[in-house]
């Protein structure tokens, strides 16, 4: 495993931007995520800082003045990471670092340090790592000393080659070899799922911390991590599960974030394989959060990326028990009333009409409305397996026997 730049409770200040794609309102929610993945990282979050900035400084990303007020707040206050919301260049990641003399990580690579610290098989490893080597590679600056030299030193440099090019030399091996190490496993992965069988195969997809895997317990009676922090999950697990009397295959994997690293998508593609494989997806939205319709988008612009946008699915709006919609006082005449303000019955209306019928709202937690999930579970299972299987329709009658 690559040595990890672990946040252990480390005073963690965040730099976000507004700007013509971004407004204030949304580079305030941006960073509050930004917030929650370093509280997830074990950071805690004292100061953030904004700037209304059209073109980010192709040095420095934000202008030199507000750079010197992150400089002079880093120094007061003993702060050990500034994060940035936006994918900092590797020539401005240097320069900030020099300015600021502390650890400065953007989105990604803060991203990467979680699913390192979460990684627990050793596929997951492998795969984090070459994510990791991947982003670090552009970034290297001679400071790869605690690398195994196998291959270079003495004798073995060409002429005029530099230490960095020599362990760029490193890292490339290593991504060669960690590559390989993942086509093995692939390999194998791919067999047991080809020994699966006819059963037909549903994935749970969704941005994280959503409640996919509390609504897998739910339905698989098992005990899968669930918790309050993003990217519980990072493994895959695959159960049977039988409703009615119609069994079938449920995978959970990881969750889907805004900016995903890409190199993180690259490496994970076996993991989500259970994706690109399954016949149906089940799209588990967070109704109670804020920002659910760019969760939607962001989650589907991944499966367009790995081509199962096009999957039957099943919208699964989830923790209707949380949700609140924002009121307007009855004195209030100024405020315009906006989908923020729409009730529960509303948003139904607007994702039946939206998904042609092919949406669901539920609470997981408090198991409201599992009953209508499993009906519905069951009639697009069945209608999959019977396209499948033709001869088998009449062991699974349309509608799930109360
Ligand atoms: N209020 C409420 N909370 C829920 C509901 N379902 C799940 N949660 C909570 O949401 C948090 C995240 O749940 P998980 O099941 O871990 O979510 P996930 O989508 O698997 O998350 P990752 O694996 O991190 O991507 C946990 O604290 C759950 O208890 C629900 O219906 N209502
Ligand atoms: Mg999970």
Redesign the pocket.
Do not use: C, R
């Given at each position: 495993m690559l040595e990890k730049k672990t946040l252990v409770v480390e005073n963690t200040v965040l730099v976000g931007i507004i700007n013509a794609q971004q407004d204030e309102d949304q580079s305030k929610e941006y960073l509050d995520e930004l917030a929650f993945l370093a509280l997830t990282a074990g950071g805690k979050v004292i100061k953030r800082f904004t700037q209304k900035i059209s073109l980010p400084n192709p040095k420095t990303f934000i202008g030199s003045g507000k750079l010197a007020e992150v400089e002079l707040f880093v120094k007061e206050n003993d702060v050990s990471t500034v994060v940035f919301d936006d994918e900092l260049s590797p020539a401005q990641q240097n320069n900030i670092e020099k300015t600021l003399k502390c650890k400065i990580l953007d989105r990604t690579g803060l991203i990467l340090d979680i699913f390192a610290q979460r990684a627990q098989t050793s596929y997951a490893r492998t795969q984090v790592e070459l994510a990791q080597y991947q982003y670090l590679l552009p970034r290297l600056k001679g400071l790869w000393t605690h690398l195994e030299r196998q291959k270079g030193g003495i004798g073995m440099r060409g002429p005029g080659e530099t230490e960095i090019e020599t362990d760029r030399r490193i890292v490339r091996d290593k991504i060669t070899l960690l590559k390989k190490k993942l086509t093995v496993i692939d390999k194998q992965m791919a067999t047991q799922r080809g020994n699966r069988g006819a059963l037909v195969r549903v994935a749970?997809v969704?941005?994280?911390?959503?409640?996919?895997?509390?609504?897998?317990?739910v339905l698989s009676k098992s005990k899968?991590?669930?918790?309050?922090?993003?990217?519980?999950?990072?493994d895959t697990t695959v159960r049977k599960v039988v409703i009615g009397n119609l069994p079938f295959l449920l995978s959970?994997t990881?969750?889907f974030i805004r900016k995903l690293p890409t190199q993180l998508v690259e490496s994970f593609k076996s993991t989500l394989d259970e994706v690109i494989e399954a016949d149906l997806l089940l799209h588990?939205v967070?109704i109670?959060h804020p920002n659910f319709e760019e969760h939607i988008a962001s989650v589907n612009q991944i499966l367009q990326e790995i081509e199962s946008l096009d999957k039957p699915t099943l919208m699964v709006f989830?923790?209707?028990?949380?949700y609140a919609p924002e009121v307007i006082e009855e004195d209030d005449l100024f405020t315009e009333r906006t989908s923020k303000h729409y009730t529960l019955e509303e948003w139904e209306d607007t994702w039946m009409a939206k998904m042609n019928g092919n949406a669901l709202f539920?609470?997981?937690?408090?198991k409201s409305n599992l009953e209508e999930f499993r009906q519905r579970a069951y009639a697009a299972i069945r209608d999959i397996h019977v396209t499948h299987f033709p001869y088998n329709h009449f062991l699974y009658p349309e509608g799930l026997e109360e």
């Open positions: 749970l969704g941005y994280t911390n959503v409640g996919k895997s509390t609504l897998m317990n899968v991590f669930a918790e309050n922090k993003l990217f519980a999950t990072l959970d990881v969750g588990v967070d109670a989830n923790k209707i028990d949380a539920i609470s997981a937690l408090n």
